[in-house]
Structure formats: C-alpha cells, structure tokens
T-cell receptor, first 115, second 111 residues
Framework: GAGVSQSPSNKVTEKGKDVELRCDPISGHTALYWYRQRLGQGLEFLIYFQGNSAPDKSGLPSDRFSAERTGESVSTLTIQRTQQEDSAVYLC?????????????FGSGTRLTVV | DAKTTQPPSMDCAEGRAANLPCNHSTISGNEYVYWYRQIHSQGPQYIIHGLKNNETNEMASLIITEDRKSSTLILPHATLRDTAVYYCIVKASGGSYIPTFGRGTSLIVHP
C-alpha cells in the first residue's frame, strides 16, 4: 500500500482481556517499529523488527506484551490481560534500512482504551 | 547516537515565520538531522532532513550551523494547521537504528 496501515483505529476493551493490534508496513520496508504514546507524552519505543533478524524487544514493558512479524510483512502486537495503564495510542512505523536517507513512515495508530 | 534538546513549547502568529531550534552538540560526522511533526491524533510525519547543507522543501527549511551542533526548522508562513509537536532526531546513515522521539516542541500557531 501507499502508507503504513494500522487496525483497528480504535479499540475499547475490558480490563483483563487480550487484544491484538495489527500493522501493515509499506511494501519493501525491511524495518518495522512499534511505539506507545500515552496521553500528553512522547513516543515510547516497544519493539523493532529488521528483516529476518531477531527482534529487539528491549522496550516491551512487561511479559504481557509480545509482537510477531512474518518476514517483511504484517506485524501484530498482542497485549494479554490488559490493564488500565495500557491505555494509549499504539503507533507502528516502517522504514527501508540501508538507503541512508530513508525516513520513517508512521501509521495513524490504534487508540486503545482499557475500561 | 547523539541526543537532541528542544524547547518544550513555542507559539507563533499565523502568517509569520516559526523558527524551531534544536541542539545536538554531540552529533557525529555521519549523522543526519531529521525533523518530524505530530499533529493531534495522528502518527508523526516526516518533514525534512539534512547533513550539513541547508535544505528546503515544500514544507519547510532546515538551517544547520557550520559546526553542526544545532539546527533550526523554519516554517516560513505558519498556518493554524501547523499547530503540532515537532521532533528533532539524529540518525546515522544506514545500519540498524531505533529512532528516539523525546517530548519535542509543542508549537501553537494562533490567529
């Protein structure tokens, strides 16, 4: 597609439920990033995928958070047993590593509300 | 990677130039300066980048000091739609990199 697509755009879930967030990167982009942004805060790095290399999971806040990516395509971020503090906008970005001048293209995010 | 420092907020009158500063005093020779902005409820959007020469595109101009320790993003004729958070980050050419977005500068353009 022309841009990074995220779904759903909004998600309201009950505390304790699991949620899956999806990201479709730009075709050909080898790198994919997930960020979390709480209201009024900056972007908090969660996880980074680069091609077929092992992902950098150093930003995941707890073992309730996990993410997968199949090759260089779609990625899903899963949050298990959601808590109210998980409420945030979850942003996905992709980029083409190696060009030296490639920027990062972000999706519009998924707004997660845990009630 | 070099860290950046930006003022937390600025304001500008509509139609006037908005000049947003960024300090990156520890920048390395192979690191580019990138600017992004985030309009409320949207993902960050790329604006412009540069290495050492001044750059201009349809959105903005980027002025990088000769020693490359600071830069200024210029929106020549700010509009209300330019109200956003502006992020300055530095990135080396190629290789793996996880961009770090701090608090940025919240720019408010007022009528």
């Amino acid at each position: 597609g022309a841009g990074v697509s995220q779904s759903p755009s909004n998600k309201v879930t009950e505390k304790g439920k699991d949620v899956e967030l999806r990201c479709d990167p730009i075709s050909g982009h080898t790198a994919l990033y997930w960020y979390r942004q709480r209201l009024g805060q900056g972007l908090e790095f969660l996880i980074y995928f680069q091609g077929n290399s092992a992902p950098d999971k150093s930003g995941l806040p707890s073992d309730r958070f996990s993410a997968e990516r199949t090759g260089e395509s779609v990625s899903t971020l899963t949050i298990q047993r959601t808590q109210q503090e998980d409420s945030a906008v979850y942003l996905c970005a992709s980029s083409f590593q190696g060009t030296g001048l490639g920027g990062y293209t972000f999706g519009s995010g998924t707004r997660l509300t845990v009630v | 990677d070099a860290k950046t420092t930006q003022p937390p907020s600025m304001d500008c009158a509509e139609g006037r130039a908005a000049n947003l500063p960024c300090n990156h005093s520890t920048i390395s020779g192979n690191e580019y300066v990138y600017w992004y902005r985030q309009i409320h409820s949207q993902g960050p959007q790329y604006i412009i980048h540069g290495l050492k020469n001044n750059e201009t595109n349809e959105m903005a101009s980027l002025i990088i000091t000769e020693d490359r320790k600071s830069s200024t993003l210029i929106l020549p004729h700010a509009t209300l739609r330019d109200t956003a958070v502006y992020y300055c980050i530095v990135k080396a050419s190629g290789g793996s990199y996880i961009p770090t977005f701090g608090r940025g500068t919240s720019l408010i353009v007022h009528p």
